[in-house]
């Protein structure tokens, strides 16, 4: 990030940085902290083979208003339109675990685009590896409100992609499910969002909500929890259609299959057949 520079010759905490360390701590908070060491081998257990006959698998571009954003690309090998839905990582970067996450939501039937948070600082294989801390730090480079707009791009790349639809929706998980939320407020083409235990926006953005919204949250997520009271007060008031679930005896990123200190096999796959049931019904 440019951040002016203090006396002490420390960067000033602009606006945008807060933000980011406000997710950071929440994430902390929720236990994310504690994992952070866990090696790159941890991210090896695919779902979905990466040449799964039934999908075609690419990287790619898209365009947002300061260049481009890599991404990985799947869905179903046939010449059919899908509905199509953006995946967004963790805060670990564009890892293994989340292009398989895509592959799954394209074996569903959608055109799922996975974006590399890192591009505009050279990709997550740039950090890898230097392990978490760099790749923490690599994401507080790029400002808040640059990844909000390269996300939100994504959704106008799927709304004219040949193979979909029009009809774009958008699921990430810890810092991708604040940034879910991000793309809702700041999207109004989105049609549906599922932010997994993801930070809240302020309560003045809910009302720019127009996208159907199904939020998915751990039992024992104090960090993130916090939030959810004001952000259903406000979904409510503003009139937003919404579902929240809170999953017994789970733990913050408990969808995460290739990370078992966290992963909670029945609430995931709970979840993963909401999200799946929602993003049908609202993207049909």
């Known amino acids: 990030m440019k951040d002016a520079k203090r006396r002490d010759g420390e960067p000033e905490l602009t606006p945008e940085r807060r933000e980011f360390l406000k997710q950071c701590a929440a994430l902390a908070g929720a236990g994310v902290a ?30 947002t208003e300061k260049g481009e954003m890599d991404a990985y690309l799947a869905r179903p090998k046939d010449d059919e339109k899908h509905p199509a839905v953006i995946v967004i990582q963790e805060i670990f970067g564009l890892t293994p675990h989340i292009e398989d996450v895509a592959r799954r939501m394209a074996l569903e039937g959608f055109v799922a685009v996975a974006p590399d948070a890192l591009t505009p600082v050279g990709g997550t294989a ?34 004219t992609h040949p193979q979909s639809t029009g009809n774009v929706g958008c699921t990430g998980f810890c810092w991708g499910g604040g940034m879910t939320n991000q793309v809702a407020v700041h999207s109004p083409d989105l049609k549906a969002a599922v932010p997994y235990y993801g930070t809240v926006p302020a309560e003045a953005d809910v009302p720019k909500i127009k996208a159907a919204m199904l939020c998915h949250y751990a039992e024992n997520d104090a960090g993130i929890n916090a939030g959810i009271p004001a952000f259903e007060a406000a979904l409510k008031k503003a009139g937003v259609e919404y579902q929240i679930f809170s999953y017994p005896g789970t733990n913050h990123g408990f969808n995460n299959d290739s990370a078992p200190e966290r992963y909670h096999k029945e609430a995931a796959e709970q979840s993963w057949k909401r999200t799946i049931d929602f993003f049908k019904e609202k993207l049909a």
């Open 34 to 63: 504690g994992v952070v060491v866990v090696s790159e081998a941890a991210f090896g257990a695919d779902i979905v083979a990466a040449d799964d006959a039934r999908l075609v698998t690419q990287r790619i571009k898209y365009p």
């Open 126 to 159: 740039a950090y890898s590896a230097g392990g978490m801390k760099e790749m923490f730090q690599a994401m507080g480079k790029v400002e808040q409100a640059d990844h909000v707009k390269n996300f939100t791009a994504a959704v106008q790349y799927l709304k």
